[in-house]
């Protein structure tokens, strides 16, 4: 907690997070602690930012801190309730900010492109204030090469081959792309999002299309290999088992039917007089990973689907309710918690101000309410609050669960929609791979 501080809350995660809670409670339709609808992202709860400074400014951590907190008051104003963490563990130091998306005051905080844009000015112009100039544009010649790049090119390693295994190690702690976008960010990558995902380590000079690390690297695989990673995990296509999604699928992937063994992705060619690229190649992945599913789910028809799906929803909806519930029951507990310690509190001081003789009374009141008369009561109360903190974290793990496999069976549907059902789709996927396999023959005939 040396380089950590916060404006308009304290500083301790817990307490922050009660007080962010209690102001956007105050002025927002929702609540603070409502997990996300099954469709949508739901309402914005608090902003996270990251100001990091390049090795070669040589700043102090001192100076960065204090550096993000000018920047929050100027860009949000004095009323905008933030924590700020300043990070020394990487070469480059970084400033995490978390905000609140309402002020004190009630002033509604947007993250958007537009106010992205003013973000960054203001933040370019707060570090210029202090003698940092950002974003650099390093030119001309003769300037040496870092150490570390360096090193690697020494050692033979590339910075791909390092965004590779950064992602690899992710993939499997995150659920959404963002997500995965978000702890790259948060270990120093530096990420765009356009038409294409680039992505950049601390010590490179440019950017590398995440599309040009490889198949499994592109973002509709990236999105795959997430949504799709526990759900068809370790299932085997059973030959006595057949449907008529089973055999659209089939005949689909036709004899690439080594992916839904294998799960893994085979390069195959849209168009076979092109060379081979991310944007030339049949999504044969996605519908191998959903072949896996409809074998372990025993999907039936797109009938049987969708009466899932909305069987999901609905389920979803129902537990939502009641985490809510619970969570509104947990709130009240953990309140009457903090009236008990206040009286103890004060009950062992000396001398009382007015203002704590009052405190004083309403913590007795509080606890005569609900029925807080002897210690074993309140051992009672701690227990049931901490006894329900694990029923609503098995809750959010269910709701997670069900939105997962709702988003799986979202996607099934809607692939078969439009593409499996297409008029011509599956011809023409025999007729590209007939085409290929000539191409093959002809490439293994000896040349005389």
Not at 113 to 136: M, T, W
Not at 261 to 275: A, D, E, G, H, V
Not at 300 to 316: A, T
Not at 329 to 351: C, F, P, T
Request: net charge positive; hydrophobic share 30%.
């Amino acid at each position: 907690m040396l380089y950590a501080t916060s404006i308009n809350c304290m500083t301790d995660a817990a307490s922050a997070f009660e007080q962010m809670q209690l102001v956007y409670n105050q002025y927002a339709r929702d609540r603070f602690t409502t997990p996300p609808p099954l469709d949508g992202k739901g309402s914005v709860k608090a902003i996270l930012y990251i100001q990091s400074f390049s090795p070669d400014d040589n700043i102090t951590p001192e100076l960065a801190h204090k550096i993000a907190k000018a920047f929050v008051r100027k860009t949000f104003g004095d009323d905008a309730q933030a924590v700020i963490a300043t990070h020394v563990d990487k070469r480059h130091i970084h400033s995490h900010i978390i905000l609140n998306s309402y002020s004190i005051s009630g002033q509604k905080f947007y993250a958007n492109k537009e106010s992205l844009q003013r973000v960054r000015y203001y933040s370019d112009g707060v570090c210029r204030a202090f003698g940092i100039e950002p974003n650099p544009n390093i030119t001309g010649k003769g300037k040496g090469m870092k150490h570390n790049e360096w090193e690697h090119i020494r050692n033979g390693t590339s910075w791909k081959q390092q965004i590779r295994d950064e992602i690899d190690k992710l993939i499997p702690t995150v659920i959404t792309l963002d997500e995965l976008l978000q702890a790259l960010e948060e270990r120093g990558y530096e990420v765009k999002r356009g038409k294409y995902i680039s992505i950049r380590t601390p010590e490179q000079k440019r950017f590398v299309r995440t599309k040009t690390l490889g198949e499994e690297y592109t973002e509709d695989s990236l999105i795959i290999r997430i949504l799709y990673r526990d759900m068809g995990e370790g299932v085997e296509p059973l030959d006595n088992y057949r449907s008529d999604l089973w055999d659209a699928y089939d005949s689909v992937i036709g004899d690439v039917r080594v992916l839904a063994y294998q799960s893994k992705k085979i390069p195959r060619k849209q168009n076979i007089t092109l060379p081979y690229s991310a944007d030339n190649d049949l999504d044969v992945y996605r519908l191998s990973a959903q072949l896996n599913v409809i074998n372990k789910y025993h999907i039936g028809s797109i009938s049987d689907l969708k009466c899932r799906i909305k069987s999901l929803k609905d389920e979803h909806e129902k537990y939502r309710i009641k985490v809510n519930e619970l969570i509104d029951e947990h709130i009240k507990l953990r309140n009457v918690l903090e009236q008990i310690k206040i009286y103890h509190e004060l009950s062992a001081k000396g001398e009382l101000t007015s203002k704590e003789e009052v405190q004083l009374l309403l913590s007795k009141q509080t606890m005569q309410q609900h029925g807080i008369l002897t210690a074993g009561d309140e051992i009672h109360l701690r227990n049931r609050a901490e006894n329900l903190g694990k029923r609503i974290s098995t809750r959010k793990e269910t709701l997670d669960k069900i939105k997962k496999q709702y988003e799986v069976f979202k996607d099934i549907r809607d692939t078969y929609y439009d593409d499996v059902s297409r008029e011509g789709y599956i011809e023409g996927l025999v007729e590209e791979e007939r085409q290929r396999q000539e191409q093959l023959r002809k490439n293994k005939k000896p040349k005389r």
